[in-house]
């Protein structure tokens, strides 16, 4: 058994002080508060939260940050540079990358990550001898990393949508798509889920994959977590309703593929109608306010999604930074810019979206309660960035770098903000510049 002591704690009832936690093969097995301090426990600093869920990853984008920012544009011409990176890599370089995005993640307090994967096959589009040879990497190098992995194997089949329709795949979108949705599926269910790996599908977005496909999305999925890339651009919403008549979140509703273990990530450019389908299905909404910022996309309309019963997740999406407590704030503060007014949320909705397990297929996750995996990361409060803060409202001041340990699983990945692969920032450098040599 392993026993940690908190000082400050985040349990499902709210803040605790002075909780004691075992745990046993992984699991907690004890959840004290207002408990004597132990001497056989390890004291954990600051605030302990559970363990973080970043729900919308694209590992490969790490290498893009600070290479973007140059020539201005939009999310369409940002696409051409995240398109040359994709073009250049095969599994070796991206089991590198993908390791050193998912320590990083670890450091941020991350315990398991959601992958929208895309980049399937070589350059040409010709699926690799190993088919899931770049799914496999992604699993290794999250194993590596110490952080569980749901890998959300993208469908991926057109090159846009017009008014007149599906457009051909461009010669980089070719190694993102299989033949077709036969074909897709063929190749997921060669994916095999293990202790530290699930397996989920995705809808990569309406303009990608045509409606004739959703269905065997669906049934792919099951009932495991389907994410689809939702109303992130206007110009998408415009092409959609062109073509089909409706939005996409009109779309996928008419098309049977939302529901309580739909995610639909961005959703950022909804109707009312859209908001209320959603609400409806159940879905997950995932919010990615960094990158909605970046990309110049938009603000979503997270009040408005909360109020109609949408639960709603965080990403990191293409990882302008990683840092959760960075993707909370983003929500709060754009819903204050454009309501004018503060608190939009309570700090513990805020915390319940750090816990957006259940949408990548970790409902046993996200909690410090007994039963959960021992998943639990600990933030200082002494830091210049975190003194003087009150424990419950932490959350407010605290950024990836006052994350000081990191337990998943009950083992150790982070412990006084170092990870146990050693130097991360060494490891990013290096898959980085491996990632973009010709």
């Known amino acids: 058994m392993t026993r940690w002591f908190a000082e400050h704690a985040w349990l499902p009832g ?36 559970p363990g973080l869920a970043n729900c919308h990853s694209h590992a490969f984008h790490r290498a893009l940050r600070g290479r973007t920012q140059g020539g201005g544009g939009t999310f369409w011409t940002w696409r051409e ?36 994967h895309y980049l399937h096959h070589d350059p040409s589009g010709a699926p690799y001898a190993e088919p899931n040879a770049m799914g496999r990497a992604l699993g290794q190098a999250a194993a590596d990393a110490g952080i569980r992995l749901t890998l959300l194997d993208a469908c991926y089949l057109a090159g846009g949508l017009g008014a007149d329709g599906h457009r051909p795949l461009d010669d980089v979108q070719r190694r993102f798509a299989d033949r077709d949705v036969d074909a897709w599926a063929a190749r997921v269910e060669l994916l ?35 994410h689809a890339h939702v109303s992130e651009q206007v110009a998408e919403n415009d092409a959609c309703v062109a073509h089909y008549g409706m939005t996409p979140t009109a779309l996928l ?6 529901g309580p273990s739909t995610t639909a990530v961005h959703a950022t450019h909804l109707t009312d109608a859209d ?12 919010l990615c306010p960094t990158t909605e910022r970046d990309l110049g996309d938009g603000i979503g309309p997270a009040r408005a999604l909360a109020d109609a019963g949408v639960p709603l997740s965080l990403g990191t999406d293409q990882h302008a930074v990683i840092d959760l407590f960075e993707e909370l704030r983003g929500v709060e503060l754009d819903e204050r810019l454009q309501a004018q007014q503060r608190g939009r949320f309570r700090p513990g909705d805020l915390v319940a979206m750090l816990g957006g397990h259940g949408s990548i297929g970790w409902s046993d996750a996200g909690r410090l309660e007994v039963g959960a995996r021992a998943d639990l990361v600990a933030v200082r409060l002494d830091s210049v960035r975190t003194a003087g803060s009150a424990a419950e409202q932490a959350i407010y001041a605290a950024t990836a770098a006052d994350v000081d340990t990191v337990i998943v699983d009950g083992r150790t990945v982070v412990s006084g903000g170092a ?9 990013l450098q290096t898959g980085i510049e491996a990632a973009w040599r010709d």
Not at 277 to 285: K, P
């Open 253 to 258: 509703d008419d098309a049977g593929v939302l």
């Open 419 to 427: 990870h146990v692969l050693g130097d991360v920032g060494r490891l």
């Open 275 to 286: 908001i209320a389908h959603l609400g409806r299905s159940a879905a997950t909404v995932c």
């Open 14 to 49: 709210g803040p605790a002080g002075n909780v004691l936690l075992d745990a046993a093969d992984g699991r907690f097995t004890g959840v004290r508060p207002d408990a004597a301090p132990d001497g056989d426990a390890t004291r954990l600093p600051g605030l302990v939260l």
């Open 192 to 226: 095999d889920a293990d202790a530290n790996t699930r397996i989920g599908a995705a809808i990569h977005s309406v303009r990608a994959v045509p409606r004739t496909a959703f269905a065997a999305v669906r049934a792919v999925a099951g009932d495991r977590p389907l």
């Open 81 to 116: 540079q995240m398109y040359a990176l994709a073009a250049r890599l095969d599994p070796d370089r991206y089991l590198e990358l993908a390791r050193a995005a998912y320590a990083e993640m670890a450091l941020a307090g991350i315990t398991a990550v959601g992958e929208f």
